[in-house]
Protein backbone atom coordinates (compact mmCIF):
# COMPACT_ATOMS: atom_id res chain seq x y z
CA UNK A 1 0.00 0.00 0.00
CA UNK A 2 1.60 3.39 -0.92
CA UNK A 3 1.78 6.17 1.56
CA UNK A 4 0.92 9.56 1.70
CA UNK A 5 2.80 11.27 -1.20
CA UNK A 6 4.01 14.76 -0.97
CA UNK A 7 4.55 16.81 -4.19
CA UNK A 8 6.95 18.56 -5.04
CA UNK A 9 9.89 17.89 -2.53
CA UNK A 10 11.48 20.67 -2.97
CA UNK A 11 10.38 24.40 -4.10
CA UNK A 12 12.03 27.55 -4.17
CA UNK A 13 10.20 30.66 -4.63
CA UNK A 14 10.46 34.44 -3.89
CA UNK A 15 8.73 37.12 -1.49
CA UNK A 16 4.85 37.82 -2.87
CA UNK A 17 4.87 34.88 -4.88
CA UNK A 18 2.29 31.99 -4.25
CA UNK A 19 2.61 28.58 -3.96
CA UNK A 20 0.12 25.20 -4.19
CA UNK A 21 1.49 21.71 -2.34
CA UNK A 22 -0.38 18.41 -3.10
CA UNK A 23 -0.77 15.62 -0.40
CA UNK A 24 -2.01 12.07 -1.85
CA UNK A 25 -3.13 10.60 0.85
CA UNK A 26 -3.00 6.85 1.50
CA UNK A 27 -5.87 5.02 -0.44
CA UNK A 28 -9.18 4.30 1.75
CA UNK A 29 -7.88 7.57 3.85
CA UNK A 30 -10.75 9.89 4.11
CA UNK A 31 -9.04 12.56 6.55
CA UNK A 32 -6.00 14.93 5.72
CA UNK A 33 -4.47 17.40 8.09
CA UNK A 34 -1.15 19.75 6.99
CA UNK A 35 1.27 20.80 9.47
CA UNK A 36 4.17 23.44 9.16
CA UNK A 37 7.74 23.13 10.89
CA UNK A 38 10.25 25.34 11.51
CA UNK A 39 13.38 25.62 13.75
CA UNK A 40 12.35 28.19 16.12
CA UNK A 41 8.12 27.07 16.01
CA UNK A 42 8.49 22.97 15.72
CA UNK A 43 5.46 21.69 14.69
CA UNK A 44 1.79 23.50 13.84
CA UNK A 45 -0.83 22.42 13.28
CA UNK A 46 -2.68 24.07 9.94
CA UNK A 47 -5.97 23.10 9.12
CA UNK A 48 -7.74 19.80 8.46
CA UNK A 49 -10.03 18.35 6.42
CA UNK A 50 -12.31 15.13 5.80
CA UNK A 51 -14.70 14.61 2.92
CA UNK A 52 -14.12 17.77 1.00
CA UNK A 53 -14.87 20.13 4.35
CA UNK A 54 -12.54 22.04 6.83
CA UNK A 55 -13.22 20.71 10.18
CA UNK A 56 -10.07 22.64 12.03
CA UNK A 57 -8.13 25.44 11.25
CA UNK A 58 -5.08 26.53 13.15
CA UNK A 59 -3.76 29.73 13.96
CA UNK A 60 -2.12 30.69 10.80
CA UNK A 61 -2.95 33.65 8.37
CA UNK A 62 -5.58 33.87 5.78
CA UNK A 63 -2.51 33.66 3.29
CA UNK A 64 -2.84 29.97 3.81
CA UNK A 65 -5.59 28.12 2.75
CA UNK A 66 -6.60 24.58 1.58
CA UNK A 67 -8.73 22.40 0.01
CA UNK A 68 -9.94 18.56 -0.31
CA UNK A 69 -11.08 16.92 -3.58
CA UNK A 70 -13.17 14.13 -3.98
CA UNK A 71 -10.70 11.32 -4.24
CA UNK A 72 -9.01 12.81 -0.70
CA UNK A 73 -6.47 14.03 -2.29
CA UNK A 74 -5.61 17.70 -1.04
CA UNK A 75 -3.81 20.96 -1.99
CA UNK A 76 -2.76 23.73 0.42
CA UNK A 77 -1.77 27.53 -0.97
CA UNK A 78 0.06 30.01 0.49
CA UNK A 79 -0.52 33.21 -1.64
CA UNK A 80 1.79 36.63 -0.70
CA UNK A 81 4.63 34.55 0.27
CA UNK A 82 6.12 36.12 3.16
CA UNK A 83 10.29 35.05 4.49
CA UNK A 84 9.08 33.57 7.14
CA UNK A 85 7.11 31.41 5.34
CA UNK A 86 9.96 29.00 4.51
CA UNK A 87 9.30 25.54 6.41
CA UNK A 88 9.00 21.93 5.85
CA UNK A 89 5.12 21.66 5.21
CA UNK A 90 3.74 18.15 6.21
CA UNK A 91 0.88 16.27 5.49
CA UNK A 92 -0.59 13.39 7.06
CA UNK A 93 -3.62 11.25 6.42
CA UNK A 94 -6.32 8.93 8.64
CA UNK A 95 -8.51 6.22 8.05
CA UNK A 96 -11.56 8.95 9.61
CA UNK A 97 -12.04 11.60 11.97
CA UNK A 98 -12.90 9.96 15.13
CA UNK A 99 -11.20 12.32 17.60
CA UNK A 100 -8.11 10.39 18.91
CA UNK A 101 -8.79 6.90 17.62
CA UNK A 102 -6.56 6.34 15.12
CA UNK A 103 -2.18 6.72 14.11
CA UNK A 104 -1.62 9.92 11.56
CA UNK A 105 0.77 8.92 8.72
CA UNK A 106 2.77 11.45 7.79
CA UNK A 107 4.01 12.32 4.01
CA UNK A 108 7.84 13.01 3.60
CA UNK A 109 6.96 16.81 3.65
CA UNK A 110 7.66 19.63 0.89
CA UNK A 111 10.32 21.54 1.65
CA UNK A 112 9.70 25.64 0.87
CA UNK A 113 12.60 27.86 0.66
CA UNK A 114 10.83 31.72 0.21
CA UNK A 115 14.25 33.97 -1.06
CA UNK B 1 -3.52 26.69 27.32
CA UNK B 2 -2.58 23.43 25.59
CA UNK B 3 1.12 23.18 25.56
CA UNK B 4 3.61 19.78 25.39
CA UNK B 5 7.57 19.74 26.33
CA UNK B 6 9.35 17.32 25.97
CA UNK B 7 12.71 17.22 27.68
CA UNK B 8 15.96 16.60 27.28
CA UNK B 9 15.83 18.81 24.02
CA UNK B 10 19.36 16.55 23.06
CA UNK B 11 21.01 13.51 24.39
CA UNK B 12 23.77 11.39 23.00
CA UNK B 13 24.10 7.66 24.37
CA UNK B 14 26.37 4.66 23.60
CA UNK B 15 25.22 2.12 21.62
CA UNK B 16 23.84 -0.28 24.20
CA UNK B 17 22.37 1.77 26.50
CA UNK B 18 18.92 1.92 27.56
CA UNK B 19 17.05 5.37 27.82
CA UNK B 20 13.98 7.19 28.97
CA UNK B 21 12.68 10.32 26.79
CA UNK B 22 9.92 12.52 28.57
CA UNK B 23 7.18 14.44 27.81
CA UNK B 24 4.79 16.61 29.98
CA UNK B 25 1.61 18.27 28.71
CA UNK B 26 -0.35 20.81 30.67
CA UNK B 27 -3.86 19.39 29.68
CA UNK B 28 -4.89 15.78 30.91
CA UNK B 29 -7.78 15.74 29.56
CA UNK B 30 -6.31 14.09 26.59
CA UNK B 31 -7.81 11.40 24.22
CA UNK B 32 -4.36 9.77 23.23
CA UNK B 33 -0.86 10.67 22.84
CA UNK B 34 1.32 9.34 19.98
CA UNK B 35 5.17 9.25 19.84
CA UNK B 36 6.83 9.66 16.71
CA UNK B 37 10.25 9.69 15.03
CA UNK B 38 11.71 11.98 12.60
CA UNK B 39 14.73 11.36 10.50
CA UNK B 40 16.18 14.61 9.00
CA UNK B 41 14.35 16.47 6.18
CA UNK B 42 11.71 13.47 6.35
CA UNK B 43 8.31 13.22 7.31
CA UNK B 44 7.25 11.41 10.75
CA UNK B 45 6.91 7.81 11.68
CA UNK B 46 4.28 7.16 13.96
CA UNK B 47 5.94 4.69 16.69
CA UNK B 48 3.57 3.66 19.39
CA UNK B 49 -0.15 5.50 19.89
CA UNK B 50 -1.66 4.99 24.08
CA UNK B 51 -5.37 5.87 24.48
CA UNK B 52 -6.07 7.67 27.29
CA UNK B 53 -7.45 4.56 28.67
CA UNK B 54 -4.42 3.02 28.46
CA UNK B 55 -1.26 2.83 30.68
CA UNK B 56 1.17 1.91 28.30
CA UNK B 57 2.19 0.16 25.01
CA UNK B 58 5.39 -1.78 23.86
CA UNK B 59 6.40 -2.14 20.05
CA UNK B 60 9.82 -4.38 19.66
CA UNK B 61 12.53 -2.48 22.12
CA UNK B 62 10.25 0.75 22.47
CA UNK B 63 7.75 0.82 25.73
CA UNK B 64 5.80 4.53 26.20
CA UNK B 65 3.83 5.10 29.35
CA UNK B 66 1.10 7.18 29.95
CA UNK B 67 0.32 8.93 33.61
CA UNK B 68 -2.79 11.44 32.78
CA UNK B 69 -3.05 12.80 36.02
CA UNK B 70 0.57 14.10 36.08
CA UNK B 71 0.57 15.22 32.67
CA UNK B 72 3.22 12.87 31.96
CA UNK B 73 4.53 9.70 28.95
CA UNK B 74 7.40 8.36 29.35
CA UNK B 75 9.04 6.72 25.79
CA UNK B 76 11.73 3.88 26.78
CA UNK B 77 13.97 3.15 24.48
CA UNK B 78 16.06 -0.54 25.52
CA UNK B 79 19.79 -1.58 24.19
CA UNK B 80 19.74 1.67 21.88
CA UNK B 81 21.46 1.30 18.70
CA UNK B 82 22.96 3.71 16.19
CA UNK B 83 20.47 3.53 13.84
CA UNK B 84 17.75 4.94 16.47
CA UNK B 85 19.65 8.20 15.58
CA UNK B 86 16.94 10.90 14.91
CA UNK B 87 14.20 13.36 16.72
CA UNK B 88 11.82 11.72 18.76
CA UNK B 89 8.41 13.56 19.06
CA UNK B 90 5.36 13.10 21.04
CA UNK B 91 2.24 14.73 20.49
CA UNK B 92 -1.54 15.23 22.12
CA UNK B 93 -4.34 14.89 20.59
CA UNK B 94 -7.67 16.34 22.59
CA UNK B 95 -10.41 14.80 20.92
CA UNK B 96 -13.52 15.62 19.53
CA UNK B 97 -14.24 15.82 15.70
CA UNK B 98 -10.66 16.11 14.67
CA UNK B 99 -7.36 14.53 14.56
CA UNK B 100 -5.08 17.73 15.09
CA UNK B 101 -1.85 17.44 17.09
CA UNK B 102 -0.23 18.94 19.15
CA UNK B 103 3.60 18.14 19.25
CA UNK B 104 6.06 18.87 21.93
CA UNK B 105 9.25 20.35 21.03
CA UNK B 106 11.21 17.34 20.32
CA UNK B 107 14.26 15.42 21.74
CA UNK B 108 17.21 14.79 19.02
CA UNK B 109 18.94 11.71 19.82
CA UNK B 110 22.40 10.78 18.97
CA UNK B 111 23.53 6.73 19.70
CA UNK B 112 27.43 6.41 19.05
CA UNK B 113 28.79 3.35 17.88
Known amino acids: KAGVTQTPRYLIKTRGQQVTLSCSPI?????VSWYQQTPGQGLQFLFE???????NKGNFPGRFSGRQFSNSRSEMNVSTLELGDSALYLC??????????????FGSGTQLSVL | KQEVTQIPAALSVPEGENLVLNCSFT??????LQWFRQDPGKGLTSLLL?????REQTSGRLNASLDKSSGRSTLYIAASQPGDSATYLC????????????FGTGTLLAVQP
Open chain 1, 92 to 105: ASSLALTGGGEKLF
Open chain 1, 27 to 31: SGHRS
Open chain 1, 49 to 55: YFSETQR
Open chain 2, 27 to 32: DSAIYN
Open chain 2, 50 to 54: IQSSQ
Open chain 2, 91 to 102: AVNYGGATNKLI
